[in-house]
């Protein structure tokens, strides 16, 4: 018998804000709308890292874990993949959380973070592959 398939509703939010957000024309209200979706996209992506980092957190407690958990999200998936013999990669970690950053923290309010749908799209995989790594459930976003 597979593996059960979950379908996580952060990662399907991601999804659906990255598909919104590609191939419109160029107005200065698509514009907004495609950044608007870009950045709910990454958002999301790393909404759903949280979540399924945390439930795989608890699973690893209730397995008799005895270590202490980190409390960093950085230092959560490092744990989580070493678990699964994963490597994690700290650069890629940082370039790609970064985004995700400079949104819910602004430097400047005058002027909003516009991520390229191609840097969406790399958030988005990069944090799909993070979650292929270390949970325990095929995931289903569509």
């Known amino acids: 018998m597979g593996m059960a398939t979950f379908k996580f509703m952060p990662l399907c939010d991601a999804s659906y804000f990255l598909n919104q957000g590609r191939g419109v024309p160029q107005t200065?209200?698509?514009y907004e709308q495609v950044g608007r979706n870009l950045r709910s996209s990454i958002l999301m992506s790393w909404a759903a890292v949280e979540g399924a980092a945390s439930y795989e957190l608890e699973k690893l407690k209730k397995s008799g874990y005895k270590g202490k958990l980190p409390e960093s999200l950085r230092g959560r998936l490092k744990l989580l993949l070493e678990q699964?013999?994963?490597?994690?990669?700290?650069?890629?970690?940082k370039e790609w959380y970064k985004w995700r950053n400079r949104i819910t923290h602004p430097q400047d309010s005058r002027?909003?973070?516009q991520p390229s749908f191609d840097i969406a799209q790399g958030n988005f995989n990069y944090c799909l592959g993070l979650m292929r790594g270390f949970y325990s459930l095929n995931l289903d976003f569509s």
Do not use: A, C, G, V
């Open 84 to 93: 699964k013999q994963q490597s994690f990669d700290l650069e890629s970690f």
């Open 111 to 113: 002027k909003y973070t």
């Open 28 to 30: 200065q209200l698509s």
